[in-house]
Every structure is written in structure tokens, then in C-alpha cells.
């Protein structure tokens, strides 16, 4: 079998964001695995400001559509201009010919679509956020829509998109490869907070450490961030000595070594929340937002507040879970118990994907294209 992953989005090491490292982990247990995958990616505008100048662009301006190839992951990954995604795409779908195209959103789906990709070849959609819900569903559903197959990362996504859509899809999680986060001789002094944006919920975790000057706080790069982006939130912590900026980790075992508990005050319905698990590997307890699919994979490992809970909800509740040691052992222990359910582990994930796929493309080698997943919506 051979797959290509293709995303308009960054990977390792340029990107360290969660649905960027489920692809990673599931493509590395792939190829350990002995399935022929490779990815297709963006690389930052840094990259290109830099090639821009080269004698070699000089000499030729076309040189831009050219990808990068490297084995930095253990894989093949072809990097290049993310405006070029889709040309990209097709060039090497012509050259590489893979049993199936594996994409991470709906994003480029209408592009490629007139792009013209090969009718006999599936396109399998990972859907790991909510922002389907801003499409509309046409009239008529695009000719390319029979080559769909949708992966859902929740129970909640696949809710989400039936909803929305009317179509049923397959739930696969998110990889965690737990080695790859679990922490040992952990020193747990912070309370951490990922990727620190307005749309996580930046200002409930400023408000919290406000209230709770005694305690350490850790807040850490999670989507990449531009400089002025990242100026500001100095700016917003500079009256707050109990809070600790850092840069995104490519080990984040340096993180959740250092984490007592995590918290989650996303304002965005997150559909699974990746950071609970690589969190729950080492026993932390999550304090998080009810909302999107955070109650299904917090589980019993954390403890839920009402999506309306304001800032000094949130403080309130975070002293009272720490300053309760019997209380927070617990949740500890049931921490690791969560992170332990079957469906979180590495291997039944893989054999759940590969079904998948391999039940797409046995539907394009029979003589009739099997029913499966054909949602009729387009992307917009």
C-alpha cells in the first residue's frame, strides 16, 4: 500500500501543533509497519524569503514550484510553497501514484477537485476541527465527492458532521505516541497552559494566574506565532512574575516533566484535544472547558467547568483542586487509567485506520465503486 499525506499546513520540524503531530505519529507507525507513505507540506515564508534571493531563483522563477525533499522524520516529506499546494499535489500524483490521497481538512478539496485528481483513486479526509460547520452543503454534490471518505477524530466530530452534513463517518483518534510524552523524574511545579491564544481561552488562564500569584504558571507556544504576535503576549504577562513564556518544544516531554496540572479554557469547541492524553500519559490532571469533545477525552481524568465559567470560576476552582492533595491524587491516578482506554492506544488506532483505507480501496477495484461515505457537500 502506499499513501500520500498531503497538507498546506507545515510539519516537523517547522510545525509542532497537535493535528501536525497526530499525522507524524501515524505515519511513522506506518511506515514501521511497512506501508510506502510520504507527506506533502508547506514550508515557512522564511524558507522562501531566503531561496527568493538565491542566484538559483534569479536564473529561473521557475524553480519556485520545486519541492524540498528530506527524511528529517524517518519518511519522505516534500516541503514547498503552500500558494503552490495544489499544483504540487498533482504533479506528484501523477509521478508517484499512490494507492490513496490522505488529506488533514476540507480546505483544498474544491481546488483539487478542479484541479482534476484520477477518478479511481480514494481521498480519505481527516477531520480534526470544527470549521466544517462554516460550509455550505450545495445543491448538488460535486462528482468528486464519491471519492470521499471521512475520518472523524471524535465521537463528537463524527456527531458533528452528521448534523451538519447528513453523512456518517468513521471515528479514528488522534495518535499519541505515549514514549514520545511520557516524562520521567518528573519535577511538577506549573500549572501549564498550551498554545496561550485569545481563542484558547488566553484570557481565563491570565486571570487565573492573577488570582493565584503563589502559583507557577507555565504557558507555552502551541500553533506557531509571528512577532507580533508573540510581543504582545510578553506584554500581556510582563505584570504577572508567577507566569513563564516558552517557545513550542519539539520534545514536549520537557514540558509535561515540569507540569502538575494542565488547563484547558479553550472558547473554541475543541473536537478532541490532543494536549489531555499527552498530558494523562504522566498521571496530570486536567482542568478543562466543557465544551466540543473535551468531555470524552478528559473522561474521568479531570475535572469539567461550564462553558459560561468566567475567569474567577476558573481561579477559584484551580485553588480548591490544588490546595486539596486527596482530591488531586485521585485524579492523578484516574489520569493514567483514561490515557490507558482502549480506544487512546497507538495500535488499534493504526488497525483502525488501515481498515479504513483499505476499505476505499478495495471499493475502487471492485467493479461498482462501494457505498461508503458519499457526503454531498462541497467546499467553500
Known amino acids: 500500500m502506499k499513501l500520500l499525506f498531503a497538507t498546506d499546513r507545515m510539519h516537523p520540524p517547522h510545525d509542532f501543533s497537535g493535528s501536525v503531530q497526530s499525522t507524524h505519529s501515524l505515519v511513522s507507525r506506518l511506515c514501521a ?28 522563477r521557475k524553480t519556485i514550484l520545486l519541492s524540498w525533499s528530506d527524511q528529517h522524520n524517518g519518511y519522505p516529506t516534500h516541503r514547498g510553497a503552500a500558494w503552490r499546494f495544489v499544483e504540487r499535489v498533482r504533479r506528484h500524483l501523477s509521478t508517484s501514484r499512490p494507492d490513496a490521497l490522505v488529506l488533514d481538512s476540507f480546505r483544498q478539496l474544491g481546488a483539487l477537485a478542479a484541479a482534476g485528481l484520477r477518478p479511481d483513486m480514494p481521498i480519505l479526509i481527516v477531520v480534526c476541527d470544527s470549521k466544517f460547520t462554516q460550509m455550505r452543503k450545495p445543491a448538488q454534490p460535486l462528482p468528486i465527492m464519491e471519492q470521499v471518505h471521512l475520518l472523524a477524530n471524535s ?89 513563564r513564556l516558552e517557545r513550542s518544544h519539539s520534545d514536549m516531554r520537557e514540558v509535561y516533566n515540569r507540569t502538575r496540572l494542565l488547563i484547558v479554557p479553550t472558547r473554541v469547541p475543541e473536537t478532541f484535544g490532543r494536549v489531555v492524553v499527552e498530558a494523562q500519559v504522566n498521571g496530570i490532571p486536567v482542568l478543562a472547558r466543557d465544551v466540543g469533545g473535551l468531555r470524552e477525552t478528559v473522561g474521568d481524568g479531570g475535572v469539567l467547568l461550564p462553558p459560561d465559567a468566567d475567569g474567577n470560576a476558573w481561579a477559584q476552582a484551580l485553588a480548591s483542586l490544588i490546595d486539596d492533595d486527596r482530591r488531586f491524587r485521585q485524579l492523578s491516578v484516574m489520569a493514567l487509567a483514561n490515557a490507558a482506554r482502549d480506544d487512546f492506544q497507538p495500535d488499534k488506532i493504526v488497525e483502525q485506520f488501515l481498515s479504513t483505507v483499505e476499505r476505499a480501496i478495495r471499493g475502487y477495484a471492485s467493479p461498482a465503486v462501494a457505498e461508503f461515505n458519499k457526503p454531498a457537500f462541497a467546499s467553500t
Not at 40 to 59: E, G, N, V, W
Not at 176 to 202: C, H, N, Q
Request: overall charge negative; aromatic content about 14%; charged content about 20%.
Open 33 to 60: 509497519q511497512n506501508v510506502t507513505c510520504e507527506v506533502m507540506a508547506s514550508l515557512p515564508y522564511t524558507s522562501f524569503r531566503h531561496y527568493l534571493a538565491t542566484a538559483a531563483y534569479k536564473a529561473s
Open 155 to 243: 465521537p463528537f466530530t463524527a456527531r458533528a458532521l452528521f448534523d451538519h452534513f447528513g453523512v456518517e463517518s468513521t471515528v479514528v483518534p488522534p495518535l499519541v505516541e505515549f514514549d514520545w510524552y511520557r516524562a520521567y523524574d518528573r519535577d511538577p511545579r506549573y500549572v501549564t497552559f498550551i498554545s496561550p491564544r485569545p481563542e484558547k481561552g488566553l484570557d481565563i488562564a491570565l486571570e487565573v494566574a492573577r488570582q493565584n500569584p503563589a502559583v507557577d504558571f507555565l504557558f507555552v507556544e502551541g500553533w506557531p506565532m509571528d512577532r507580533p504576535a508573540w510581543t504582545d503576549l510578553k506584554n500581556q504577562t510582563s505584570s504577572l512574575p508567577n507566569v
